[in-house]
């Protein structure tokens, strides 16, 4: 996975870079927001195993009884990357520390930058 964001890193830095500029930002929030989701999924697919999942999540902070239940649940990786379970153990902080680049603040720190303020 730290392969996988790294790569990502680098192609958002590319993509900020070129689209950046434009000053219409009602797409950047959405975006974002996919590529947490998606981020979480990638995650999620790679417990394979029940009890895996449900150590992971537990690990992670989320509660035992809510871990379980999305452990154990037959829905698809993107309908449960976005559960309460999955969102309570992988928060935006913790994406952020294993390496996930945030492109609204990309975006922010494009067009606000530190020396403007």
């Known amino acids: 996975m730290d392969c996988r964001l790294k790569k990502l890193a680098e192609y958002v830095r590319g993509w900020m870079n070129y689209y950046g500029i434009s000053e219409y ?3 950047i929030p959405a975006l974002d ?3 947490r989701r998606r981020t979480r ?3 999620r697919k790679q417990w394979r ?3 895996t999942k449900v150590r992971n999540l537990i ?4 509660y035992r009884r809510t871990a379980i239940l999305a452990a154990l649940s037959r829905k698809g ?3 449960l990357a976005r559960t309460l ?11 952020a520390g294993q390496g996930l680049v945030s492109i609204r603040e990309r ?4 067009h606000y930058p530190a020396t403007a303020r």
């Open 77 to 79: 990786y993107w309908h």
């Open 107 to 110: 975006w922010i720190r494009t």
């Open 49 to 51: 195993k029940t009890r």
């Open 33 to 35: 927001e996919w590529l």
């Open 85 to 95: 379970a999955i969102q309570t153990g992988m928060t935006n902080k913790w994406l």
């Open 25 to 27: 930002y009602r797409p």
């Open 41 to 43: 999924m990638c995650y």
């Open 59 to 62: 690990r992670l902070g989320t």
